[in-house]
């Protein structure tokens, strides 16, 4: 027989009574975290707006800022439960028109989608899509990293009734980026190509304007040196 928290039970498909949170099977002592290196306070340290500087204040609020953050955030203990302490248990359906069932996080996980709700896997375009159209969505937490433990959020969950909508919405969305994509890609073939025509005509016309006059003199070069040749 296992023991798990009541929320790894909810992913067992099922919870714990009601009547047995307060008598877990094992209680795991919270794990302290090691206290940082003691605060040390300069001496201006309290002095400013509604801190008179004297020593009574600036000992309080030296003792205040020295209180180690694992006093501050402690843990709390671990409380694993038994099977036999669960009844079956599946998220409840969700309808139309009842609010999404966000947690403390404002997300959906995909583990304990409720009937009723659709995942919609289109990470911008559908948010996108939800957002022009005003429909009501949340992000979806489909997991976490499993080596630094960070939630993963992928896709929107809406309500079953909005998901086709969502779906042609965010197909135009797509369909709008890619067509300017391939706009401003054109532009700039285009751009490059006008360039090099550019560069190509200035260059015949300099040919044809400097070319023949480059001609002559080289002409007229040949010329004086054939009669050097003559006269000597």
């Known amino acids: 027989s296992i023991a798990l928290e009541a929320k790894a039970w909810l992913y067992q498909g099922r919870k714990v009574k009601e009547s047995l949170l307060s008598v877990p099977l094992v209680r795991l002592p919270a794990r302290k975290k090691p206290a940082k290196k003691g605060f040390v306070a300069l001496d201006s340290y309290g002095v400013g707006a509604g801190n008179d500087g004297s020593k ?16 501050l955030n402690e843990d709390q203990d671990r409380l694993l439960y038994g099977n036999w302490q669960t009844d079956k248990w599946s998220p409840a359906y969700v309808g139309p028109q009842d609010d999404l069932p966000v947690n403390e996080h404002k997300n959906i996980e995909l583990a304990l989608l409720n009937p009723g709700l659709v995942h919609i896997d289109i990470p911008l375009a559908a948010v996108q899509a939800a957002k022009q159209l005003g429909i009501p969505y949340a992000p979806c937490l489909i997991g976490f990293n499993s ?86």
């Open 147 to 232: 080596s630094q433990g960070t939630p993963i959020i992928r896709g929107i969950v809406v309500h079953e009734h909005n998901a086709e909508m969502i779906h042609h919405g965010a197909q135009e969305i797509s369909q709008h980026r890619e067509d300017k994509e391939e706009d401003a890609r054109q532009r700039f073939v285009y751009r490059k190509w006008k360039k090099l025509m550019v560069g190509i005509l200035v260059k015949q016309r300099l040919d044809r304007e400097y070319g023949s006059q480059k001609e002559g003199e080289d002409e007229d070069a040949r010329l004086v040196e054939v009669q050097s040749d003559g006269e000597s």
């Open 56 to 71: 009574e204040r600036r000992a309080a609020e030296t003792a205040a800022a020295s209180v180690p953050l694992s006093q």
